[in-house]
């Protein structure tokens, strides 16, 4: 099972920008979809960002549509989320997954987890 793991979080004043890294452990790591999700304190998770490995598209959370922008590095098995104009709505934990058994929809499907990384914005 592949792990993933995150990276980059941080404390960043408001309309900064930070840069998430999600890095894959499998040695060979062919997901149909990464995505990134976030979780503010006393709220549910919720999507942010997702990428269909298969033919490139994106779709963003319309709260983030225009800041962010998640891309991916394939040879380094390893996406990532840029997040500018950040706002203190933007705070919560952030978490990557991975859609690695193919189910359809596959941006909307996801069956591996990272641990989350925390995203801190300073009013």
């Known amino acids: 099972q592949v792990q993933l793991v995150e990276s980059g979080g941080g404390l960043v004043q408001a309309g900064g920008s930070l840069r998430l890294s999600c890095a894959a452990s499998?040695?060979?790591?062919?997901?149909?979809?990464m995505g990134w999700f976030r979780q503010a304190p006393g709220k549910e998770r919720e999507f942010v960002a997702a990428?269909?490995?298969?033919?490139?598209?994106?779709y963003y959370a319309d709260s983030v549509k225009g800041r962010f922008t998640i891309s991916r590095d394939n040879a380094k098995n390893t996406v990532f989320l840029q997040m500018n104009s950040l706002n203190s709505e933007d705070t919560a934990v952030y978490y990557c997954?991975?859609?690695?058994?193919?189910?359809?929809?596959?941006?909307?499907?996801?069956?591996?987890w990272g641990q989350g990384t925390q995203v801190t914005v300073s009013s």
């Open positions: 990428l269909n490995q298969i033919d490139g598209s994106t």
């Open positions: 499998a040695r060979t790591f062919s997901p149909y979809a």
């Open positions: 997954a991975a859609n690695t058994r193919g189910l359809l929809p596959a941006t909307r499907n996801f069956d591996s």
